[in-house]
């Protein structure tokens, strides 16, 4: 008999539910099915708060925890080399990550005054601004964790499903509602999103991560989303959103793909709501690592899924839309612009993304004596703030100057990102964040006659997970050990070339050999852009 081409996992299933596969697949499986992740709020607020981490059901601890947007954090002075042969369990602190999920990355002064105190009074005074727009802390302790929900909560914010197998943050434009391109602002779809699904136990359980992003400019990394909506103008119809599924990085990435199809604003929540369940009940649960719901696109194709979504789901047919255009380079709002209503908005670059309590206390100020009230984070580790008058620019410029939030930075601070690293991430192999602080002003030295009049995105990962996008930046670093030129195993990093989003979308090139100690970064980098600036073509960009 010829041998079957039904790989081994698929003759046994892949645990989909809408099959009939219900039986827990792995562990985090049957974690998820012995208690809704989300109940386990109650106990971290009537038990482990109150005896401490200790007391902490392991199974709570390294699962249910994330649903409230906790993890553990990495035990100080362990470093990449070693972990390796430890246990998960060995490398925890008794200290958490926690994650503010802050959809559309959209904050009042109140709001921002009261995230940054809480880093003050139970983060050690650290805060990062993350390429989700979310707000993360470090060193909390989960004695502190109701203290901080209520702080939180009191103002409208949340950490429900900042992580998990969840629907997570919903990434909106930093400049919804008052950017002079929009034609439709979709803030509202967020809000309804946020107010009708997130903390629904109907889609606590997914098999997988979820991203979502809805923007109308291409502003929001859609292409590496799991779902986005993107602006379009329809022929008849007008303005509405493109659908794209099935974006997302790490090991095996994907360009998401438009179903082809035009969706009115007050139809983008039910239409989400719609992608959501087709994941949940169809979505892979055997392999974690193959569970995303890229991997269900990539084997049904986008006919299928839209087919699925309309018969199944929705109870009617989607409108045919069309494609939005392109732009050259995705846009991330850094430096001075006028709003619709010619008031100003002023983007700012902390360094990768790194802040702390004290600096955002210092910038909800500064926005309130700009006579601002609105703040938005974007996912390109950036802070805005809008609304700003004329005559209030120089000075919130020059405040924000002080606290070392350029508005005009260079061309390095302005287009490099870290992720996490080894300083708290229990997966990271390699330091990320001073390191890429540290290269930026080496490289801003370095390449001080060579200013390239293009922005060349420059991304550090700690691992294989592309945390800070390493696939879709112009250099990609992803984090691992490396051999030095005297034989020594020592930090550096795989490089991929030539990535981008926008009119570039698509993947850096992972050179064969191509890999350069930490020591190197600054040689190598400088060799590839006087490379890039001496042999460029007109206007060429650096993914050409
Ligand atoms: Fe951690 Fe890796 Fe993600 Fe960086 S890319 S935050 S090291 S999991």
Not at 275 to 295: N, S, T, W
Not at 372 to 395: C, N
Not at 398 to 415: F, H, I, Y
Request: with cysteine; net charge neutral; charged share 30%.
């Amino acid at each position: 008999m010829a041998p079957s081409k039904t790989a081994p996992g698929r003759a046994r299933g892949q645990g989909q539910w809408k099959l009939g596969h219900r039986e827990p697949l792995n562990p985090n499986e049957r974690s998820k099915r012995d208690d809704n992740p989300l109940n386990v709020r109650s106990r971290i607020e009537n038990i482990y708060a109150k005896r401490g981490f200790d007391s902490i059901d392991p199974a709570d601890l390294r699962g249910r925890f994330r649903w409230w947007g906790l993890y553990t954090q990495r035990r100080p002075g362990i470093d990449g080399g070693r972990t390796a042969a430890l246990e998960p369990e060995e490398l925890d602190d008794s200290h958490f990550m926690m994650r503010v999920r802050l959809d559309g990355g959209a904050v009042s002064v109140a709001q921002l005054r009261a995230l940054g105190e809480v880093s003050q009074d139970y983060g050690r005074d650290t805060a990062d601004v993350t390429d989700r727009e979310n707000i993360q802390y470090h060193w909390i302790r989960v004695e502190d964790v109701p203290a901080i929900w209520e702080k939180l909560e009191g103002l409208g914010m949340q950490t429900t499903e900042a992580c998990g197998d969840c629907p997570r943050v919903v990434l909106g434009s930093p400049v919804a509602g008052v950017a002079a391109e929009e034609v439709l602002d979709p803030t509202p779809a967020i809000d309804e999103i946020v107010r009708r699904f997130i903390g629904d136990r109907e889609l606590s359980n997914l098999p997988r991560k979820f991203k979502s992003a809805i923007s109308w400019q291409q502003d929001v990394a859609h292409e590496v989303n799991d779902i986005a909506f993107v602006g379009v103008e329809h022929p008849e119809h007008g303005p509405g959103f493109d659908l794209w599924v099935g974006g997302g990085l790490s090991t095996n990435p994907k360009i998401a793909q438009r179903l082809g199809v035009w969706v009115p604003l007050d139809e983008v929540p039910d239409v989400w709501h719609g992608v959501v369940q087709v994941f949940r009940d169809y979505g892979y649960r055997r392999l974690r690592h193959r569970a995303r719901i890229k991997f269900l696109i990539a084997d049904w194709g986008a006919e299928k899924f839209r087919q699925i979504l309309q018969d199944e789901y929705l109870g009617r047919p989607l409108l045919d839309g069309p494609a939005p255009a392109i732009p050259e380079r995705p846009i991330d709002h850094v430096g001075v612009y006028k709003q619709k209503d010619g008031r100003n908005y002023v983007g700012v670059a902390p360094p990768s993304g790194r802040v702390s309590g004290t600096t955002l206390v210092a910038v909800a100020e500064a926005a309130e004596r700009a006579g601002s009230d609105r703040i938005r984070f974007t996912p390109y580790q950036k802070i805005v703030v809008l609304d700003v008058a004329d005559e209030k620019l120089d000075g919130l410029i020059e405040d924000l100057n002080r606290l070392g939030l350029p508005a005009r930075p260079s061309t390095w601070r302005r287009s490099t990102m870290a992720c996490t690293g080894i300083e708290f991430c229990k997966l990271a192999i390699v330091e990320t964040k001073e390191r890429a602080i540290r290269l930026v002003e080496e490289l801003e030295k370095r390449l001080a006659d060579v200013v390239p009049d293009v922005p060349i995105s420059l991304h550090l990962n700690g691992c294989p997970n592309a945390c800070a996008r390493t696939q879709v930046a112009d250099i990609g670093l992803k984090g691992q050990i490396v051999t030095d030129a005297g034989g020594n195993q020592v930090e550096g990093f795989q490089v991929h070339l030539g990535g981008g989003l926008g009119l570039d979308a698509g993947f850096g090139r992972k050179l064969r050999g191509l890999k350069v100690t930490s020591a190197e970064l600054g040689d190598y980098i400088e060799r590839v852009v006087r490379n890039f600036a001496a042999q460029r073509a007109g206007d060429e960009r650096f993914a050409q």
